[in-house]
């Protein structure tokens, strides 16, 4: 089965455990959100998937092959790309070289530069900052240059850990529009980690609920947005 | 002749020239110090006994190639592979075996005196620990303009002219090139650095191989206005340390002015003091400036560019 | 679990091992016994390192600079003043604590690469200080000679036991070795005592130390001072049975050896210091004897001691780079 399917994985810091058998899959082009609250074990799910962190169990494909046991730099050049928490940016860099650090590697002819054109065009405020220091700019142009550098990238699974912490509901807003555009417009499958289900589930296919690093809930994602027992016990609104 | 406040001037304008010259040395010795730290973190004091053997090895290879500008760069290239094969070989399994314990912290260094150590005793081993000459075809008189001869000579100038030249490769290098771009953004965020699809540990390799190469002209470069022994660099190791430490350890202009301010301090108390206390001045500087700027001249807040 | 045994009946052990320490001098050559000085005054070198880096968890390359300290300070307080060398030894001892309380306070305020190498600087700093000032001897540095052997110590019952002269190494050997066993006696006090369980606090959580009211900076200068008043002590005892203190002594590599020494004894383990000093000063002698082997150049003989030193460290460091620690903290 191609996209991603991952078969009771388990992650263990020490001898605590934070994913204790976890099992899902995105189907290629899919867009799903998982939806948990603080600790829940989401970003660890994804430090396990992009390879920052071993695995204590489990299996994870990525068009039937095995994506645990390599390096997280490789597993980019092979297309899952991260975006990890909290605004994921060089400070000390400036908005373009963050920029450039996802096609430095690639080759010339890769088309790096028609990619780094359609981000500015999709964030036209980092176009503005270019030769600005990362750390100069607001919270939400961080994350869309955490989002754009992961683009240029190429990704083909996208992982993106909580775009909307510690933002405005307006900046959320515009960052969610622009994931939701870009899946369609050039065919990712997106694996959206969110504590902000509403948001998270307004542009995602499916859902599925963490608690304690367990899946305790999964369907599409109106049928979560309707289900009133989760909307009160995990959902939080 | 000029005097002022009966000191005389030419004195002066020679220790400072004295000083750059020598200054210029530190720098490119902080300068490799700070490409390691940038790197891994880690403080290399392993790095004089890499210029030993570089220099070493551009020594030999004069015999052969009977040029010394050839032999030099024979030198840096050799400074290159140790730097790269100490980071593969030794640092890098030694950081992943400590990461995250009490150790972390310590380990490396004390790894780091172990290299010096081994190296130290593999060139007396092969060397012998008599002084030996390494002799460029510049000459080391001073230079002279009409009837006074100072002590300035065309292999300090060559000194003076290699070291701003390697600085300036590396303000291009770092500032303009890709690989500058994988270099810096792997000393400040490693991981945001994988994430975005870069080798660090590759990265991480050049940043050493860079520092060996700095220390060996650095070695290169010095030796021919001295003799060539198996520690005869450990002191440009404190000296590197108290320039790079002024300048910040972490900036590359930094080391480049710390190293020339801390030449010409040097050579001052050489001038008007004396021999033994400069070490001590060293050590009082780096307190000092430990104390009272931790973050060097260089390292204001924001100030952690190339 | 095993039994605790009471500090007083430790003691009494301690006294009990270095009669038979005192004793097996009978039996051995003048060689060994000169070697068995050298053990002693490693193992309080190596005590202070342990004190310092293992249990509060700072690094000092600077050592051999405090034990230079402690040697010039003895040898000139035993020249100057004619006292006994016991009280020049003492002199050590507190020039050694003097100066580490100084630089303690510096210290308390470093980290990890800034300390090492702020005391790197020291290493080479304060040796060269020799050639600067006219009283302490220049190059040459100065004698420092004990006299004979008394004859309460030659013409004791301990001394008819084996056989060979009563010779000044031999006095040496009286002297350091109850001098290591008391160090390493008092050093084991003082890390289970109180202040040993504050280095120890600070060292695994300087802020949950912090956060239980523990000083951490004046925590750190009282280690620092502890320790160098054992390397000053240690300085005085090496300046000692060499009969001089000279700049050429307390080289840099001095205080990478002490590191190295404190290293292979698994930094945290006060007994393995014991191991650790034996095997510095036996290295030495048994790359000679292989350097002889291979045909003994001169080249062979003055290096292989090194190589086999700084081997041993970084294989200790990649293979064990917690120490004893891991043991310790079950
Ligand atoms: N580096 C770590 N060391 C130890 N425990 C950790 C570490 N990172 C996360 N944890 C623990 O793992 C659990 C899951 O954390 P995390 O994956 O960050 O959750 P989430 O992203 O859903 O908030 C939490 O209990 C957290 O305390
Ligand atoms: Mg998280």
Redesign the interface.
């Known amino acids: 089965m191609s996209g991603l399917v991952v078969r009771d994985l388990q992650v263990a810091y020490g001898a605590v455990a934070a994913i204790r058998g976890v099992s899902f899959e995105v189907t290629p082009g899919e867009l799903v959100t998982i939806i948990g609250a603080n600790g829940a074990g989401k970003s660890s799910l994804l430090r396990a998937l992009s390879g920052l962190i071993p695995v204590a169990g489990g299996s994870a494909m990525w068009n039937e092959l095995s994506i645990f046991g390599y390096k997280p730099e490789n597993l980019v050049r092979a297309g899952i790309v991260h975006v990890a928490e909290g605004k994921s940016v060089i400070p000390e860099l400036t908005v373009e070289e963050n920029l450039d650090l996802g096609g430095i590697w690639q080759k010339k002819s890769a088309g790096v530069d028609a990619i780094k054109a359609e981000v500015l065009q999709l964030f036209p405020r980092l176009g503005e900052r270019l030769g600005q220091r990362a750390d100069t700019l607001s919270g939400g142009e961080r994350q869309m240059l955490a989002i754009g550098r992961a683009l240029i990238c190429k990704p083909k699974l996208l992982l993106l850990d909580e775009p909307s912490l510690g933002l405005a509901p307006l900046v959320i807003e515009e960052i969610f529009s622009a994931i939701a555009r870009l899946r369609t417009s050039l065919g990712l499958t997106v694996l959206l980690v969110e504590q902000n289900a509403l948001s998270a589930l307004a542009i995602a296919d499916r859902g599925i609920i963490f608690n304690l690093g367990e899946v305790v809930a999964s369907g599409k994602a109106s049928e979560l947005l309707a289900d009133p027992v989760l909307r009160a016990s995990y959902l939080g609104y | 002749m000029l005097h002022i406040w009966g000191i005389e001037m030419k004195t002066i304008l020679e220790t400072l020239l004295i000083g750059v010259s020598s200054g210029s040395i530190y720098s490119l010795m902080a300068l490799a110090l700070v490409l390691v730290w940038r790197s891994t973190r880690v403080v290399n004091f392993a790095q004089a006994g890499q210029a030993i053997i570089s220099t070493y090895i551009g020594y030999e290879s004069m015999k052969h190639l009977h040029s010394y500008w050839y032999s030099v760069l024979v030198a840096i290239v050799a400074g290159a592979i140790l730097g790269a094969a100490v980071e593969a070989f030794v640092m890098r399994p030694l950081a992943k075996r400590v990461r995250g314990s009490a150790a972390a912290d310590i380990a490396p260094v004390i790894a780091t005196l172990g290299i010096l150590g081994l190296i130290r005793g593999v060139a007396g081993l092969i060397w012998g620990n008599t002084f030996v000459q390494y002799t460029s075809p510049l000459s080391g008189k001073g230079y002279t303009f009409g009837s006074t001869t100072i002590q300035f000579s065309p292999q300090n100038a060559a000194i003076v002219i290699g070291a701003a030249l390697v600085m300036a490769a590396f303000a291009i290098i770092f500032n303009f090139t890709k690989l500058g771009l994988a270099l810096r953004a792997s000393s400040f965020q490693p991981e945001i650095s994988r994430l975005a699809g870069i080798r660090v540990d590759r990265i991480r390799v050049i940043g050493w191989a860079c520092a060996g190469a700095a220390g060996a002209v650095a070695g290169a470069l010095v030796t021919p206005t001295a003799y060539l022994s198996p520690n005869s660099l450990d002191l440009l190791l404190v000296s590197g340390f108290v320039a790079a430490v002024i300048g910040g350890l972490d900036s590359l202009v930094g080391a480049g002015i710390g190293g020339v301010v801390l030449g010409i301090g040097f050579a001052f108390i050489l001038q008007y003091i004396g021999a033994s206390v400069t070490f001590l001045a060293a050590f009082i500087i780096l307190i000092f400036v430990l104390l009272v700027k931790p973050a060097g001249i260089m390292g204001k807040s924001g100030g952690r560019s190339a | 679990m095993h039994k605790r045994i009471s500090s007083l009946a430790r003691l009494g052990i301690f006294a009990a091992i270095g009669l038979v320490l005192i004793a097996l001098s009978g039996f051995v050559d003048e060689l060994r016994v000169y070697q068995g000085a050298e053990v002693a005054v490693y193992v309080v070198a190596i005590a202070s390192i342990t004190l310092l880096?293992g249990y509060s968890?700072q690094?000092s390359?600077g050592h051999g600079a405090i034990m230079a300290i402690g040697a010039y300070a003895a040898t000139l307080a035993f020249n100057g003043w004619h006292i006994p060398w016991m009280a020049a030894l003492a002199v050590g001892a507190l020039a050694g604590a003097v100066a580490g309380y100084i630089l303690g306070f510096?210290a308390a305020?470093?980290?990890?690469?800034?300390l090492?190498?702020?005391t790197?600087?020291?290493a080479?700093?304060?040796p060269?200080?020799?050639?600067?000032f006219h009283v302490l001897g220049g190059e040459q540095g100065l004698t420092f000679d004990i006299g004979d052997v008394p004859t309460w110590a030659s013409h004791s019952w301990l001394a008819k036991i084996g056989h060979g002269d009563f010779t000044t190494y031999k006095w040496f050997y009286w002297i350091t070795v109850p001098i290591a066993l008391a160090t390493i006696w008092v050093v084991r006090n003082i890390l289970t005592g109180p202040i040993g369980r504050r280095f120890k606090a600070m060292?695994?959580n300087p802020t949950a130390a912090s956060l239980i009211g523990i000083r951490v900076s004046s925590t750190k200068v009282a280690a620092f001072t502890y320790s160098s008043s054992l390397a000053g002590l240690a300085g005085a005892m090496l300046a000692m049975i060499l009969g001089l203190s000279a700049p050429l002594v307390f080289t840099?590599?001095l205080s990478?050896t002490l590191?190295?020494g404190a290293?292979l004894s698994g930094v945290s383990n006060l007994y393995g210091g014991i191991i650790g000093a034996m095997v510095l000063v036996a290295i030495p002698e048994l790359s000679a004897s292989v350097a002889t082997h291979l045909g003994g150049s001169?080249?062979?003989t003055?290096?292989?001691?090194?190589?086999v030193?700084?081997?041993l460290?970084?294989l200790t460091?990649?293979i064990l780079?917690?120490?004893a620690?891991v043991r310790r903290s079950k």
Not at chain 3, 109 to 114: A, D, F, N, T, V
Not at chain 3, 128 to 132: D, G, K, R, T, Y
């Open positions: 880096t968890g690094l390359l510096a305020r470093l980290s990890g690469p800034y090492a190498g702020t790197l600087a020291l080479v700093g304060i060269s200080l020799a050639n600067q060292r695994s840099l590599t990478f590191v190295t290293v001169e080249k062979v003055a290096n292989l001691p090194g190589v030193t700084s081997l460290l970084i460091v990649l780079p917690n120490g620690r």
